[in-house]
C-alpha cells in the first residue's frame, strides 16, 4: 500500500512553486470567507431588514455547510480525483459568491452562504491532499505545509481587514464579489496540479446525511438555546434530533464496508489528538473577532474599517508566528511547539477579557491581538503536520477533511457557545441591553447608557474568559496525546 506523501511524479520546481501558488490561494480565500461578512453584518441588517435572531446565520449558514460536509468532500476526492473536485467545489464557491452579492433578502443571502460553504467543502479537503501528492518529502512539503497553515490563519484576519475595507467603499456585496475574480484565477491556475490516482469505493450517503443533520441540529440547539431559552421547546427538539443523529452516524461508520469518516484514523493518538486540539484551538481567534469587533462597533462606535484595520496586530503576529514555528518543527518535537503556542494565544484571549468601557487600544488591545496571532500559528501550523501524518493513500482525502472539519466544527461550536455565554451574561445584568444602548444614546440618557454599557461588557468579557479556557483545554490534550518526536513530522509530513 502506498503511503501518503509519495508524489505521484517529478516535478519541476517552478511547477511546483505554481501549483503552491493555487493551493495556498485556494485556502486563504475560504478561510478568508469564515470572517470577511463578521465587520458588514450591521450594514447587511440594516440593508436588507435581517431580524437580530436571523442575524448570525450569514455567517454560521457557510460555516456549517463548509464544516459539515467537508468528510463528504474529501471522500468524492478520494474516489472521483482530487484536482477536479477542487476544480469543481471553487466554480460552485465563485458562483455562489456572485449569488451572494446580488442577493436581495436575508433568506437568499443566507441560503447563498450555505451554496459558498458546499463549494468550500469540495475544495479545502482536496486542497491540502493535493499537497502530499505534488510535494516530495522533507523540507519541500514542510515548507508547502508551513504556508498552507500559514495561509489558514491569515484568511482569518485578512477576511476582518478586507470585510471593513469593502464595505466601507464599495459596498457590502463587494465582501463577496472579491472572490469572483480570485476563484477564477484559482480555476486557471488549477490546470497545473497533477491528479493523484483514484481509489475504489462507494459513497457513503447516509454517513453523510446523518452527520449533517447531526452536527447542524446540535450547532442550531446550542446557538437557539442562547436566544430563547434552553427549555424552549424548539431548541430541545434540535438537541433530541442531534442525540439520535450523531450515535446514529457513528453506528453506520463502524459497520460500514466504505465508511465516510473511518474510525480506525482515530487509532493513532497524534491525529486524534491533533483534531481535538484544532477544534478547540479554532474557538480562540473567531470567537475574539466576532466579540470584540461588536465591543469595537457597539461600544466604542468604530466604523467598519476602522474595525477591520484594529486588527493589524494580529495579522503580524501570524506571519512572525507561522515563520518561526515552521522552522521550529524541524528541529523540536510538534507539541514542544504547539502547546506553548496555544498557551501563548490562551493567555492572550484571558488578557482581551479584561476590558471596559474604556478602550486602551495601545496598551491593551494591541499586544494581547499580536500574541493571539503569534500563539495561535504557532499551535495551527504544528498541528496541521501531525495531523494526516502516515495515513493511507486511498484514504489522504479524508483525512484532510478531518483536520479542515475540526477547524471550522470547532469554528460553528465556538461561536454558538462563546456567543450564547456572552448573549446570557449580558441579559443577567440587562435584557436587550443593545437596543437600551441606542435608545439611552438617542434620548440623551446617560443613566442607561452605562448601565447598557456594563452589561454588554460583562458579556463579552465572560466569552472571551471562555474561548481563553478552550485554548488552554487544546493545549492540555496536546500535550497528553501528540507524542510524535523530534524530526517524525518533517520527514513524513502526511
Known amino acids: 500500500m502506498t503511503a501518503v506523501g509519495t508524489p505521484q511524479n517529478d516535478r519541476p520546481d517552478q511547477n511546483l512553486g505554481l501549483s503552491l501558488t493555487v493551493i495556498a490561494t485556494a485556502q486563504l480565500m475560504l478561510v478568508l470567507d469564515d470572517s470577511i461578512a463578521n465587520i458588514a453584518l450591521p450594514v447587511i441588517q440594516n440593508e436588507l431588514g435581517i431580524s437580530a435572531a436571523n442575524l448570525p446565520w450569514v ?6 455547510a463548509f464544516g459539515g460536509l467537508l468528510l463528504f468532500g474529501g471522500r468524492l476526492g478520494d474516489l472521483f480525483g482530487r484536482r477536479r473536485l477542487l476544480q469543481i467545489g471553487m466554480a460552485v464557491f465563485t458562483l455562489a459568491s456572485l449569488l451572494a452579492g446580488l442577493a436581495q433578502d436575508g433568506a437568499s443571502l443566507i441560503a447563498f452562504r450555505g451554496l459558498q460553504g458546499l463549494g468550500a467543502a469540495l475544495t479545502a479537503p482536496n486542497a491540502l491532499a493535493l499537497i502530499a501528492t505534488t510535494f516530495p518529502e522533507g523540507q519541500p512539503r514542510s515548507k508547502a505545509m508551513a504556508v498552507y497553515g500559514g495561509m489558514s490563519a491569515l484568511g482569518i484576519v485578512a477576511g476582518l481587514l478586507l470585510g471593513g475595507v469593502l464595505t466601507s467603499t464599495l459596498g457590502w456585496r463587494w465582501v463577496f464579489f472579491i472572490n469572483i475574480p480570485i476563484g477564477l484565477a484559482v480555476l486557471a491556475g488549477s490546470r497545473i496540479l497533477a491528479e493523484a490516482d483514484l481509489h475504489r469505493g462507494r459513497l457513503d450517503l447516509a454517513g453523510a446525511a446523518t ?29 433530541a434530533v442531534a442525540a439520535v443523529m450523531l450515535p446514529l452516524f457513528l453506528i453506520l461508520q463502524s459497520r460500514g464496508k466504505s465508511p465516510l469518516l473511518p474510525l480506525h484514523l ?37 466604523s467598519p ?160 474568559a471562555a474561548a481563553s479556557a478552550a485554548l488552554i483545554a487544546a493545549a492540555v490534550i496536546a500535550a497528553v496525546l501528540v507524542n510524535a518526536r523530534r524530526g517524525e513530522v518533517s520527514a513524513e509530513l502526511v
Open 59 to 64: 455567517i454560521n449558514a457557510y460555516i456549517l
Open 305 to 464: 474599517i476602522a474595525a477591520g484595520l484594529a486588527w493589524l496586530p494580529f495579522a503580524i503576529g501570524l506571519v512572525l508566528g507561522a515563520g518561526i514555528s515552521s522552522k521550529l518543527v524541524l528541529r523540536l518535537a510538534p507539541r514542544q511547539v504547539a502547546v506553548p503556542g496555544m498557551l501563548i494565544a490562551g493567555g492572550a484571549l484571558f488578557w482581551l477579557s479584561r476590558i471596559g468601557d474604556a478602550f486602551d487600544y495601545a496598551g491593551h488591545f494591541m499586544p494581547g491581538a499580536f500574541l493571539l496571532g503569534f500563539g495561535f500559528a504557532m499551535g495551527i501550523v504544528s498541528l496541521t503536520l501531525t495531523a494526516v501524518k502516515g495515513v493511507a493513500a486511498q484514504e489522504t482525502g479524508i483525512a484532510s477533511a478531518l483536520l479542515n472539519a475540526s477547524q471550522q466544527i470547532g469554528v460553528a461550536f465556538g461561536l454558538a457557545v462563546l456567543s450564547t455565554v456572552s448573549v446570557t451574561a449580558t441579559a443577567s445584568r440587562m435584557p436587550d441591553a443593545l437596543a437600551g444602548l441606542y435608545r439611552g444614546r438617542n434620548a440623551g440618557d446617560q443613566g442607561l447608557v452605562e448601565a447598557a454599557n456594563d452589561a454588554l461588557v460583562h458579556g463579552y468579557g465572560l466569552g472571551l
Open 211 to 239: 452527520s449533517i443533520a447531526g452536527m447542524s441540529a446540535l450547532v442550531y440547539a446550542i446557538t437557539r438555546g442562547g436566544e430563547h431559552g434552553w427549555t424552549d421547546e424548539i431548541t430541545l427538539a434540535a438537541f
Open 266 to 302: 482515530f487509532n493513532d493518538r497524534n491525529r486524534t489528538g491533533s483534531y481535538l486540539a484544532t477544534a478547540l484551538l479554532a474557538f480562540g481567534p473567531m470567537g475574539a473577532f466576532y466579540l470584540l469587533t461588536l465591543y469595537m462597533q457597539h461600544i466604542e462606535s468604530y
